[in-house]
C-alpha cells in the first residue's frame, strides 16, 4: 500500500507518546551534561564526549548510511560490529529499521510515501516524524540486511547494546577519574541529542537550503556547513544523484571524514570494493544541470 498525504505530517499521524518523552528527557540530561562540564570541568570528560561523538556519528554516516543502507563498500565483520555497536548508541532504531526508512526516502524522496519528506515541513522532517507513528510504506527490500547476522543480532539486542555503550561504558570510563556521573551525562546525552540533531539536519537543512550541483529534480542540496557537524554527508545532492558511492564529498577539498574513514580502512584490508562513480558520468551529470 502507498502511502498518501492524508497520513503523513504534523496531525495527520499517531503520536508516539514513548517515543517523545525519551526525546524530551534525553534533552534534559544533555543540557544537564552541559552545566555538568563548565561547573566542574574535566578534560578527561570532555575528550570522551568528542570521541564518543567521533565513534557514534561515523558509526551512523559511513556505517548505517553509506555501508548497510546503500551498500557502498564492503566490510570487514569487526568494522560492521563497531558500526553497529555505536550505532545502537545513536538511539536512531536497529540497522535495519534505519535502513529500511532510508531506502523508501531515497525510492519516493518528495513524495507522499516518503517518511520524511520536506514537503510536510522543516520541522517534520527534521524530528517531527520521529515521535510520530508511521503510516503503512510500500515494500523496500532490506533481504540483504536481514540475512546478516551481525545486523540480526543488533536487532535482537539493541537496547542492551545501545544502553552498554552509551551509559556503561562512558560511566565505567569516568569512575577512573572520578567523574562518572558527568561522563554519563556529557559522552551519554550531550553527545547523543548532539549527534540527533546533526543527522536530523541532513533530512531538514540540506532539503532547504544549499546547491543543486548535480541533479534539479530533488529537494536534496548540496551544504558544505551541514558537511562539517555531520562526517561530510552535507553534500547531499551529489548523493541522491549518485546514492551508492561511498563518497559525498568528491573534491579534495570537501569534508568528508567518513569518506576518508572507508578509504584508508580499504589500504588495510577492512573495507573492499568501494563503490565510485566514473568521474566522466559525474561530470556530464553536472553539465546537465549548469
Known amino acids: 500500500m502507498t502511502a498518501t498525504a492524508a497520513t503523513n505530517g504534523w496531525g495527520k499521524s499517531q503520536l508516539v507518546w514513548s517515543s517523545l518523552i525519551f526525546i524530551i528527557v534525553a534533552h534534559i540530561l544533555a543540557i544537564a551534561g552541559i552545566v555538568h562540564i563548565v561547573t566542574d570541568f574535566s578534560w578527561w570528560t570532555l575528550g570522551l564526549g568528542f570521541l564518543w561523538y567521533l565513534f557514534s556519528g561515523l558509526s551512523i554516516t559511513a556505517g548505517y548510511h553509506r555501508l548497510f543502507s546503500h551498500k557502498s563498500y564492503e566490510a570487514h565483520a569487526l568494522v560492521k560490529l563497531f558500526f553497529l555497536a555505536f550505532g545502537a548508541a545513536c538511539a536512531q532504531n536497529t540497522a535495519l529499521k534505519w535502513c529500511a526508512d532510508h531506502r523508501v526516502h531515497h525510492k519516493f524522496a518528495d513524495q507522499d510515501s516518503d517518511p520524511y519528506s520536506v514537503r510536510d515541513g522543516f520541522w517534520w522532517a527534521h524530528i517531527g516524524w520521529v515521535f510520530h507513528k508511521g503510516c503503512e510504506r510500500p515494500h523496500v527490500s532490506c533481504s540483504d540486511l536481514e540475512a546478516d547476522p551481525l545486523v540480526q543480532w543488533q536487532a535482537k539486542h539493541y537496547i542492551a547494546i545501545a544502553l552498554f555503550v ?54 536534496g542540496m548540496d551544504s558544505g556547513l551541514v558537511a562539517l557537524l555531520t562526517m561530510g554527508e552535507g553534500y547531499h545532492n551529489f548523493h541522491h544523484r549518485f546514492q551508492t558511492d561511498y563518497r559525498n564529498g568528491i573534491k579534495w577539498y570537501h569534508y568528508d571524514p567518513s569518506k576518508w574513514l572507508v578509504f584508508m580502512m580499504s589500504k588495510i584490508g577492512l573495507t573492499r570494493k568501494l563503490v565510485r562513480v566514473p568521474q566522466k558520468v559525474i561530470d556530464n551529470a553536472r553539465a546537465e544541470v549548469s
Open 166 to 219: 552509551a551509559v556503561v561504558i562512558p560511566g565505567a570510563l569516568g569512575f577512573f577519574w572520578d567523574d562518572a556521573l558527568g561522563a554519563i551525562l556529557f559522552a551519554g546525552f550531550t553527545r547523543l541529542v548532539w549527534t540527533w540533531h546533526a543527522t536530523f539536519s541532513i533530512n531538514s537543512v540540506t532539503h532547504r537550503f544549499g546547491k543543486k550541483t548535480y541533479c534539479k529534480n530533488e529537494s
